[in-house]
């Protein structure tokens, strides 16, 4: 990492801090934030919360393990997230699954080489009367058919 | 806020309400008052444990603090549960005048919705939404011209832990911990967000609350049954031609339920999520209701075409996920109940084992720290033992050969 994008970052995150609020309870928000923009929380990024925030970075690092929507290396550009769940299986998930798997060329749980989608499973969106569905970043799709979904993933930039 | 004029039915929660109306009547109201109320209609926590409401909150407005707080727990990752969603993007009035009408009985002034973050969606029209409050003066300082009466809502996002539902697991995350559920006692009506005071509701009792106040615990009482009053909303999914989320009185029979979302050819209904109970149909006639099968809302039809073994297994994934590690029942636990169903799967097992597995589930129920590890052998041990047949002797008692 350049000694600038460095500084830049810590820029980005002081301002964070003064946003949520100088304290514990705000790291969340924090480093969702920052997930959002750069779709991971790097170590540099880790480090620099937990000095503005005064705890000790493992405890950056714990919470960011922790919740599925976290992470410490970088992902595409675009998450793809696929409901996993009984009513969503039981109404075609899995040629869902598979036809963007073919039209990506990666499995679920990878990267694509241009790095442009992730895909990933999920436990239930809260979607189960319109199944199947999946999130593509915070956007919900639901009454997915295999032509449907790849066409949605095609019209993503 | 969208459809609007697409009117839901129902006795209790999608009655007619109009923005604020709750709010102006608690002007001349005291604390007691509505709290007498509640106790009078007898509402429970709608999230699934059926912690009774008004104790709750009489809890949390007894606790000495100079700050207290109301947290919504929108967290609602129970496979099969979108209830919630819907009151979130159809009933935003209602659920947030329920939060202020908490605020006041309790005495606080400071309200946090916990949104799931699978929901993050409905993030920025829940943010116009209170915007619009505060113009209306419905939240803010001294609301409706009510001298002290301050109360704002702010909404936190979730980042994917369905174990975050529970609610000291849920107050860890807003502190910015890993979500993990605390020792209880003590409760979080005394010890709750940053160590203070906090009552945390489920988004349905919150819209209960705000219905009550407005037409009577008397009036709420007169649905459901004697031990579970009012109504319950119930995510209805799986194979049924009309899914969907349908308000019913507490005590409704499994089958008037089956034939109002018009189901056919049901072998098995799954009542309560994955950490919820497997009804056969023997047992049909079995009520919705706490004293019988109780539920946050999550109704999942199977027909006869389903294998119920591959369900099991669903489940069970999904629990190994989620379990968040910390005490041994449920880290260990879940992963030994998954093996036991894999084994199952490919013919592999011994009726003995299967037997320690039905074991090892009673003890993850007695011995797990929190709601999750209490519940999630509750579809392994159904589904075994309702589904034994299917499970162990199809084939013509051949499985296993």
């Known amino acids: 990492m ?20 100088n304290n514990r309870s705000s790291l969340l928000s924090i480093l969702q934030e920052i997930q959002q923009k750069h779709s991971y929380v790097s170590d540099f990024a880790q480090q620099e919360v937990a000095r ?97 979904a790849v066409e949605i993933l095609n019209q993503i930039k | 806020m969208e459809n609007k004029d697409k009117m839901r039915q129902g006795p209790v929660i999608f009655s007619e309400y109009k923005q604020g109306e709750a709010i102006k009547k608690i002007l001349t109201m005291s604390r007691e008052d509505i709290l007498f109320e509640l106790r009078e209609s007898k509402l429970k926590g709608r999230g699934g444990a059926g912690f009774p409401t008004a104790t709750k909150w009489m809890l949390t407005a007894a606790a000495k603090s100079d700050k207290k707080y109301v947290i919504c727990n929108a967290d609602e990752g129970e496979p099969g549960t979108f209830k919630d969603r819907v009151l979130l993007q159809e009933y935003t009035e209602l659920l947030f005048d329920g939060m202020v009408i908490a605020g006041y009985v309790v005495g606080s002034n400071e309200g946090i919705v916990y949104l799931r973050g699978e929901y993050q969606y409905m993030y920025n029209d829940l943010l116009k939404f209170l915007d619009e409050m505060r113009s209306l003066n419905l939240l803010g300082k001294n609301i409706l011209g009510k001298e002290g009466f301050d109360f704002d809502i702010t909404i936190r996002l979730g980042a994917g832990a369905y174990v975050c539902g529970e609610e000291t697991a849920l107050i860890e995350s807003l502190e910015g911990h890993r979500g993990e559920a605390r020792n209880r006692p003590p409760f979080p009506v005394n010890t709750g967000f940053m160590g203070k005071p906090t009552t945390v509701n489920n988004v349905e009792t919150l819209c209960a609350a705000a219905q009550i106040t407005v037409k009577g615990g008397i009036w709420f009482r007169e649905h459901g049954t004697d031990k579970s009053t009012g109504s319950k909303l119930l995510s209805v999914s799986g194979d049924c031609n009309k899914p969907g989320v349908y308000e019913l009185p507490f005590g409704t029979k499994i089958t008037e339920l089956l034939e109002i979302v018009d189901a056919k050819n049901t072998k098995a209904v799954q009542i309560g999520g994955a950490s919820g109970v497997c009804i056969p149909k023997s047992q049909f006639d079995r009520t919705i209701s706490y004293e019988d099968v109780a539920t946050g809302g999550s109704i999942m039809i199977f027909n006869e075409s389903r294998s119920m073994i591959k369900v099991l297994k669903n489940f069970m994934e999904f629990f190994v996920e989620e379990s968040c590690g910390q005490c041994t029942p449920c880290r260990v636990g879940n992963v030994k109940l998954l093996e036991g169903v894999e084994m199952i799967e490919h013919n592999n097992y011994t009726f003995s084992y299967i037997n320690k597995l039905k074991e090892l589930g009673k003890t993850m129920q007695v011995a797990s720290k929190c709601g999750l590890g209490q519940s999630s052998p509750n579809s392994f041990i159904s589904i075994l033992e309702n589904f034994r047949d299917e499970v162990f002797n199809s084939n013509g008692g051949k499985h296993g050969n």
């Open chain 1, 52 to 148: 503005l925030l005064d705890i000790h970075p493992v405890e950056v690092f714990s919470v960011i393990s922790f919740y599925a929507f976290l992470n410490s290396s970088p992902k595409g550009r675009n998450i793809v997230r696929l409901c996993q769940t009984i009513t969503c299986d039981m109404h075609g998930k899995e040629a869902v699954a598979k036809a963007i798997e073919r039209e990506l060329g990666v499995k679920f749980g990878e990267t694509t080489k241009d790095k442009k989608f992730t895909l990933e499973y999920v436990n239930c969106l809260g979607m189960c009367d319109q199944g199947p569905a999946m999130l593509v970043n915070d956007k919900v799709y639901s009454k997915l058919t295999p032509e449907k």
């Open chain 1, 2 to 21: 350049l000694v600038l994008e460095k500084n830049s970052l810590t820029e980005e995150i002081e301002k964070l801090v003064e946003k949520h609020g």
